[in-house]
């Protein structure tokens, strides 16, 4: 049975966690959060295993104020991790979020693929 979006995702806040242990930083999952803490700083993870950064919801992506997020890629030889400042992610994924054709008009998905 395929893993679902939401295991992979939890798949990928392990793995940055794993990382950060591995070279030598206090780590470790927030509980039913989806963010992790690394450091005492906590960061969003977001991943993709095909290529597509998915966003559930750009509305909420967009006025979200965490701090950093990480970009977990799993796609071709990775993990390949990415660290941004929460603020740049968002201005710099502004220009690229595209409405799924199927949504209906208000909140809806979206696929980053910057």
Avoid: C
Wanted: hydrophobic share 35%.
């Amino acid at each position: 049975m395929p893993a679902t979006n939401q295991q992979k995702h939890e798949a990928g806040r392990h793995l940055v966690v794993a990382e950060a242990l591995l070279r030598g930083y206090d780590a470790q999952t927030v509980w039913r959060s989806g963010l992790v803490e690394i450091n005492g700083h906590q960061a969003e993870v977001k991943m993709t295993t095909t290529g597509r950064w998915q966003i559930g919801d750009i509305y909420k992506f967009a006025e979200a104020t965490i701090q950093r997020i990480v970009f977990v890629d799993v796609t071709e030889t990775g993990p390949d991790f990415y660290i941004m400042d929460g603020d740049e992610a968002r201005r710099n994924s502004q220009a690229e979020l595209r409405p799924m054709e199927e949504q209906p008009p208000g909140r809806g998905k979206a696929a980053y693929t910057g």
